[in-house]
């Protein structure tokens, strides 16, 4: 029965590491997706000025039309975004959870008693 003491803080041990691992590596699940959805937006606002100051141009409605459209993709990036800072919640919460089990894993292990 000493093996299964010995196992429980071992794998306890390997479930810990990888828990905290794990939630400190979330964040960077919606590094790339968040940054061209800003880079993005930038870009709508600035078309969107550039639409602004043509008004009353032949230009005009070619800038607004252009103006629309990069808002529109600019939205949709933003959506991509929230969902990816919803999945990196959800698996910062899953690591803390394993990180958990690990942590007890091994209180259980330590507090075993050997016969």
Same mark, same amino acid.
């Given at each position: 029965? %000493?093996?299964? !003491?010995?196992?429980?803080?071992?794998?306890?041990?390997?479930?810990?590491? &990888?828990?905290?691992?794990?939630?400190?590596?979330?964040?960077?699940? +919606?590094? $790339?997706?968040?940054?061209? &959805?800003?880079?993005?937006?930038?870009?709508? =606002?600035?078309?969107?000025?550039?639409? =602004?100051?043509? #008004?009353?141009?032949?230009?005009? /409605? /070619?800038?607004?039309?252009? &103006? #629309? =459209?990069? &808002? =529109?993709? @600019? /939205?949709?990036?933003? %959506?991509?975004?929230?969902?990816?800072? +919803?999945?990196?919640?959800? /698996?910062? $919460?899953?690591?803390?959870?394993?990180? @958990?089990?690990?942590?007890?894993?091994?209180?259980?292990?330590?507090? !075993?008693?050997? !016969?």
């Amino acid at each position: 029965m %000493k093996i299964l !003491r010995v196992l429980l803080i071992v794998f306890g041990i390997l479930f810990l590491l &990888a828990g905290i691992g794990g939630a400190a590596l979330s964040p960077e699940i +919606s590094g $790339y997706e968040c940054m061209v &959805a800003g880079n993005i937006s930038s870009g709508a =606002e600035r078309s969107a000025k550039t639409a =602004e100051a043509a #008004k009353g141009t032949p230009q005009e /409605a /070619a800038l607004q039309a252009k &103006a #629309k =459209e990069d &808002a =529109e993709m @600019a /939205a949709q990036w933003a %959506k991509g975004c929230s969902n990816e800072k +919803s999945t990196a919640n959800i /698996a910062f $919460y899953l690591a803390l959870g394993l990180a @958990a089990i690990g942590f007890l894993m091994i209180v259980v292990g330590i507090i !075993r008693k050997t !016969r």
